[in-house]
Nanobody, 113 residues
Framework: QVQLVESGGGSVQPGGSLRLSCAGP??????MGWYRQAPGKQRELVAR???????SYADSVKGRFTISRDNAKNTVYLQMNNLKPEDTAVYYC?????????WGQGTQVTVSS
């Protein structure tokens, strides 16, 4: 059974930083990504990285968030800097293989003063 396990969420003040981690068999997937879902909103793509390290970001996080992968540690990271209240959401790790999505359980990120 393929499992993705997120960690690193928490509460932070505006302008602060957090690093999320997603542990799992990342080489199994062609694309790894981070999504988020705020209360009352649809889940949205935040960032994604392919096996060839092609990276894309949502416009709302460009210049503030960085996605990376460490194949040796089977981990994908999302470094989040200059966090804003509108970044508050549950963040989910996603892996895609042959158009099938695999999801982690999610980790809460709260940005508030």
């Amino acid at each position: 059974q393929v499992q993705l396990v997120e960690s690193g969420g928490g509460s932070v003040q505006p302008g602060g930083s957090l690093r999320l981690s997603c542990a799992g068999p990342i080489s199994f997937f062609s694309i790894m990504g981070w999504y988020r879902q705020a209360p009352g909103k649809q889940r949205e793509l935040v960032a994604r990285i392919t096996g060839s390290d092609s990276i894309s970001y949502a416009d709302s996080v460009k210049g503030r968030f960085t996605i990376s992968r460490d194949n040796a540690k089977n981990t994908v990271y999302l470094q989040m800097n200059n966090l804003k209240p509108e970044d508050t959401a549950v963040y989910y790790c996603n892996g895609q293989r042959f158009s099938v999505d695999y999801w982690g359980q999610g980790t809460q990120v709260t940005v508030s003063s």
